[in-house]
């Protein structure tokens, strides 16, 4: 069961940075992207999800980051008082 979890979402990711290296490589400016999404007048049904989808790992990684830095200073301070 693990190998199959494992390959569905190597092949996720793999379509994630292929497409990722794809708008890298695209001719154009950020803000004309924005443009061409906005002239598709997509329904806001559809359009908050597929936002979601996008910013859910930047936010997940984000406070991770900020809860480890944050248990490293814990750890920090803990240890000198005990020290002391």
Same mark, same amino acid.
């Given at each position: 069961?693990?190998?199959?979890?494992?390959? $569905?979402?190597?092949?996720?990711?793999?379509?994630? #940075? %292929?497409?990722? $290296?794809g708008?890298?490589?695209a001719?154009?400016?950020?803000p004309? #992207?924005v443009?061409?999404i906005?002239? @598709?007048? $997509?329904? &806001?049904?559809l359009?908050? &999800?597929?936002?979601?989808?996008?910013?859910? &790992?930047?936010? #997940?990684h #984000?406070?991770?980051?900020?809860?480890?830095l944050?248990? @490293?200073?814990?750890?920090?301070?803990?240890?000198?008082?005990? %020290? %002391?």
């Amino acid at each position: 069961m693990f190998q199959l979890v494992d390959s $569905i979402c190597f092949h996720i990711f793999l379509a994630f #940075y %292929a497409f990722s $290296i794809g708008v890298f490589l695209a001719p154009g400016d950020f803000p004309s #992207y924005v443009e061409f999404i906005k002239n @598709l007048e $997509i329904s &806001p049904a559809l359009l908050f &999800p597929a936002k979601t989808i996008v910013a859910f &790992p930047l936010v #997940y990684h #984000y406070i991770n980051g900020i809860r480890h830095l944050v248990s @490293l200073l814990f750890n920090l301070v803990f240890k000198l008082h005990s %020290a %002391a």
